[in-house]
């Protein structure tokens, strides 16, 4: 019988494994660290960067004059020239002057030096969760840095100093709504600072920086409202949105937190509730009454309860065009209070719009005199007008906090007797006097306005109509009016509107 010749299944698998080996080394020769194409991606990265270099060299020797002097002009005049250049910067019309070019920033210094500028690292950062958390829960930033081709990061230093040593990637808990401060350094000697605002921990209030413009602001649910120039917007979540009480203050400090007055938008139009927009409730600017269960009845220029007439003066008829324009407007988060040092026997009137402040009483027209000075169109501030609040604000802010409070009777609260406290330290019920975010409408002081009344007993004329419960007044709660005499003291809370 004839054998047929062929291989054995051990030669086979034997051959196998040394075509696997070969493989190996090839793709590790053409792709490993030291391999080819790695090879051939650092050389072709390298001859972009020196061609780079060689184009705005020869710029520079074109703009040299006879005299083998240089101007910036004549640089930049060069520079532009060159194919697809990108931003040129030069230093308050004179050198050093900075080029892009192919990826890469170059710098002409006044003797025509040019240099590659050390590029920066770019940092980006995931939280391990965005929804809200109670205070002390802890949140895990994670950080990527990234750099351009042909560098590598060498150093991470996360917020409390430590560093992680040639990697790109790092991580750190935080259990507090604050900024946290992370900084990345590359091969080549670029850094790159982060600062990471975190605002979903606890109710810490973060804001933003000061808007240098007036702009237009949306939340989460496609609310929006105006943000005036000179202010700073709430972005912690429980103050950012404006179904839940928009905050915004004129001043900060290096952690972006409060320091100044506070005043909370009262939105005018449709709001809605959650951000599939199915749900929603349309504010009316007017003036109301309101029944025992909340019930509400416009009454417009009407003459309510037989005494109490709003003023048609300027100031009223620009308050409630600006609201209608700009759909909203904003009241005081607390009532006025006074400065941390304030000596009322010496005449000192400086007011403020802060929590915790000892509550400024003062007759009617100086707390229209003080509320007016607040932004009075000559300081840096020029983008609103500051008031007294008048009745359409006041009663247009109960609809709004009983739309969107849950506290549908609101309107009703009744004065508990709490009073004489700091601002934004009132009690109801064991809480504090807050709903969306505004304090102590209902209690601490009755508050003034510039409604009028005519109300005219047997003791005088009574010309002045006060808001609210709290000491000072005859009614007992939010929605109630009395009439006020000449002489009589009472809280009061501004309001401010786009110009």
Not at 32 to 55: C, F, I, P, S, Y
Not at 174 to 191: D, K, L, R
Not at 259 to 287: A, C, H, M
Request: with cysteine; net charge negative; charged share 20%.
């Amino acid at each position: 019988m004839k054998r047929e010749k062929g291989i054995t299944l051990i030669a086979l698998v034997i051959t196998i494994i040394v075509l696997l080996i070969l493989a190996g080394i090839s793709i590790a020769t053409l792709t490993g660290e030291n391999g080819l194409v790695t090879k051939a991606n650092t050389a072709k990265t390298e001859t972009k960067k020196v061609n780079a270099e060689e184009q705005v060299k020869i710029a520079v020797t074109g703009s040299f004059n006879d005299e083998g002097k240089l101007t910036a002009d004549k640089v930049k005049e060069e520079l532009r020239k060159i194919p697809n250049v990108g931003e040129i910067r030069d230093t308050n019309g004179e050198f050093p002057i900075e080029v892009d070019l192919d990826g890469y920033t170059l710098v002409i210094d006044g003797n025509g030096k040019v240099t590659k500028k050390a590029p920066k690292p770019v940092i980006n950062y995931t939280l391990s969760t965005e929804e809200q958390v109670e205070e002390g829960t802890e949140v895990t930033i994670t950080i990527t840095a990234t750099i351009e081709e042909g560098e590598t990061i060498t150093k991470i230093t996360k917020p409390d100093g430590t560093t992680v040593m040639n990697t790109n990637t790092t991580s750190f808990p935080v259990t507090s709504n604050g900024i946290y401060t992370v900084t990345a350094e590359g091969s080549g000697g670029g850094t790159e600072t982060c600062k990471i605002k975190i605002t979903n921990i606890g109710s810490t209030e973060i804001f933003s920086d000061i808007y240098t413009e007036t702009e237009t602001y949306t939340d989460k649910n496609g609310n929006v409202a105006k943000i005036p120039k000179g202010f700073a917007v709430g972005e912690s979540n429980t103050i950012n949105t404006i179904n839940g009480g928009l905050v915004i203050t004129d001043s900060i400090d290096e952690n972006y937190r409060s320091t100044g007055n506070q005043f909370v938008w009262i939105p005018v139009g449709t709001v809605y509730k959650d951000i599939n927009k199915t749900k929603s409730e349309t504010v009316e600017l007017d003036r109301y009454t309101f029944a025992t269960n909340g019930t509400r009845t416009k009454q417009g220029t009407k003459l309510v309860e037989n005494y109490y007439q709003e003023s048609t003066t300027t100031d009223i008829s620009k308050f409630k065009t600006s609201a209608a324009t700009n759909k909203g407007y904003y009241i005081g988060r607390y009532e006025i209070g006074k400065t941390m040092s304030q000596d009322t026997s010496v005449g000192d009137t400086t007011i403020v719009c802060k929590e915790g402040r000892e509550v400024y009483v003062a007759v009617q027209p100086t707390a229209v005199t003080l509320t007016k000075g607040m932004y009075p169109g000559n300081k840096d501030i020029t983008s609103v007008t500051s008031n007294l609040m008048n009745s359409y604000a006041w009663d247009t802010a109960i609809v709004y906090i009983q739309m969107f409070s849950g506290d549908t009777d609101y309107s009703r609260q009744p004065k508990n007797g709490k009073e004489f406290l700091k601002t934004g330290k009132t009690i109801i019920g064991g809480n504090k006097d807050v709903r969306c975010n505004i304090f102590d409408m209902a209690e601490n002081y009755a508050e003034h306005t510039t409604e009028s009344s005519s109300y005219t007993p047997s003791a005088g004329n009574q010309p002045y109509t006060i808001r609210a419960g709290g000491s000072g007044s005859a009614i007992n709660y939010v929605a109630g009016r009395s009439s006020g005499k000449v002489s009589s003291g009472a809280a009061f809370r501004p309001i401010l509107y786009l110009n």
